[in-house]
């Protein structure tokens, strides 16, 4: 945070960049005109239109940082550890007053070039609405991952380029009475969106039930962040389970693999006026939509925005 601060300068905002020159210029012109009464000072009046107008190109340009239909590069500022594996990585949008205000559930495409070979993945932007003048991607690492090697060795002001947003879920405030959420891993991030979503719409009343499922304490991603939502928002419900609890004594979340008996103790029913959203390993989606269907919830084998059963 303290590397955007000091290199922020007012007059790199669109707006700031064109107001604060146009008006300096047109006091000091008239102030000048005043007091001499050579009235031939109105003759810098072109060279006054020609910055306008370079400055009005500029601001253009840099007034969006994301398109669907075109690569921009951004730049990386910071880097924070969060697991063993697992790091946040904020790049810079291209002004400080720009928010992306990204759909519920989609995400962003990252393209970098490794080996020679162009390689691209999907993220989900972290950031809450509201956030201004940066992105917020959660990456974790494989021992085979290529993208997640190049994540890690990146070092801040190298560039990245991103493509967005994309996405297919159709989510309105109090649309569903309940909302099920069932992830696993890196997978809560696009169940971030939706908490962040709700939370920050005060008038949204939906109900939520999220079960997050990791291997140990440990690989449970932004615990903070989440007891916090947990204890403030009164429609919350988080629930853990692990497969591998450090300490069995002083657990007390589920232990195991996902279960049928978890879903059904946790999640909503399987109601109309309900969704379930499903964000984890192939392996584990696999096992919950096959759960989901044995406890009545509707899903088929094509995707659409508003499926009762929406899988990230």
């Not at 102030?31 to 910055?51: A, H, K, M, Q, W």
């Not at 008038?203 to 440990?218: A, H, M, P, Q, R």
């Not at 692990?242 to 059904?264: A, C, F, N, S």
Request: charged share 20%.
């Amino acid at each position: 945070a303290s590397h955007v601060a000091d290199e922020y300068n007012i007059l790199n905002e669109p707006l700031h960049g064109i107001l604060i020159p146009t008006c300096l210029f047109v006091v000091g012109v008239g102030i000048l005109t005043y007091l001499s009464g050579d009235y031939r000072l109105v003759l810098t009046l072109p060279i006054f239109l020609g910055f306008l107008t370079y400055k009005w190109i500029r601001s253009y340009k840099r007034k969006q940082s994301l398109y669907q239909d075109k690569w921009t590069p951004l730049e990386l500022v910071d880097q924070t550890l969060i697991s063993k594996n697992t790091a946040i990585y904020r790049f810079n949008l291209k002004t400080h007053l720009e928010s992306l205000n990204i759909p519920v559930g989609y995400h962003v495409a990252v393209r970098c070039m490794i080996d020679g070979q162009e390689e691209v993945r999907f993220y989900n932007p972290i950031n809450p609405k509201f956030d201004q003048g940066h992105l917020d991607i959660i990456v974790k690492s494989y021992a085979e991952g290529k993208v997640s090697k190049y994540f890690a060795s990146l070092v801040p002001g190298e560039f990245v380029e991103f493509r967005g947003p994309i996405g297919l879920l159709n989510y309105a405030p109090n649309s569903s009475r309940e909302i099920g959420i069932v992830v696993g891993g890196s997978g809560i991030t696009p169940a971030l969106q939706i908490l962040n979503e709700i939370i920050t719409t005060p008038e949204d009343l939906t109900k939520v039930s999220l079960i997050y499922c990791n291997d140990t304490e440990n690989d449970i991603l932004l615990r903070d962040e989440l007891d916090e939502m947990n204890e403030k928002y009164p429609y919350l419900d988080i629930h853990y389970v692990v497969r591998y609890p450090q300490h069995p004594e002083t657990w007390t979340g589920d232990v195991g693999l996902i279960t049928k008996e978890i879903m059904q103790k946790y999640l909503p029913d399987s109601s109309s006026e309900n969704r379930l959203f499903i964000c984890g390993p192939e392996a584990m989606d696999s096992l919950v939509l096959r759960y989901s269907r044995e406890l009545g919830w509707e899903h088929g084998e094509e995707t659409s925005g508003d499926d009762q059963v929406f899988v990230f």
